[in-house]
C-alpha cells in the first residue's frame, strides 16, 4: 500500500498543494539521478489532452516570478499561477502497483477525468 501520509498544510494564497511523503520520495529519487538533488519537479496544467485540460510533469532548477513552490522533507514542486487555480487542494502522489508505477493527481476541482489520469474536466 502506498504511503499518502501528507506534510502540514502548505498555502499559496489560501491555495494548497500536498505532496505525499511517496512523491517526495521519487522526486529526490529522480533529482539525483540527473545529478541536481537541487531540482524541482514543475507539475503544469494545460489545455488539451481528452478530457479538456492535461497535467505536465518536468524539473525545472528555477522557480520564475509567477510560480508557487510547495515542499515536503526537502523535495520541491514549483507550479505557475494559473495551473494552482486548477490545482488548488489537489495532492500529488507516486503510486507502484501491479500494474506500474506513475504520480497522480488527485485533484477535487475535476469533476471528470479520462481513464489514464493524464487529463480531466472542470
Known sequence: ??????PADVTAGGRVLHISDSAARRIAFLANHEGNPALMLRLTV???GCSG??????????ANEDDHVFENNGTKVVTDDVSL?????ST??????????SFQ???PNASSGCGCGNSFAV
Open 85 to 89: 487555480d486548477l490545482l488548488a487542494g
Open 46 to 48: 494545460s489545455g488539451g
Open 1 to 6: 500500500m502506498p504511503d499518502t501520509a501528507l
Open 53 to 62: 485540460f492535461q497535467y505536465g510533469f518536468g524539473f525545472d532548477a528555477n
Open 92 to 101: 500529488l502522489d507516486y503510486v507502484e502497483d501491479l500494474m506500474g508505477a
Open 105 to 107: 493527481i488527485k485533484n
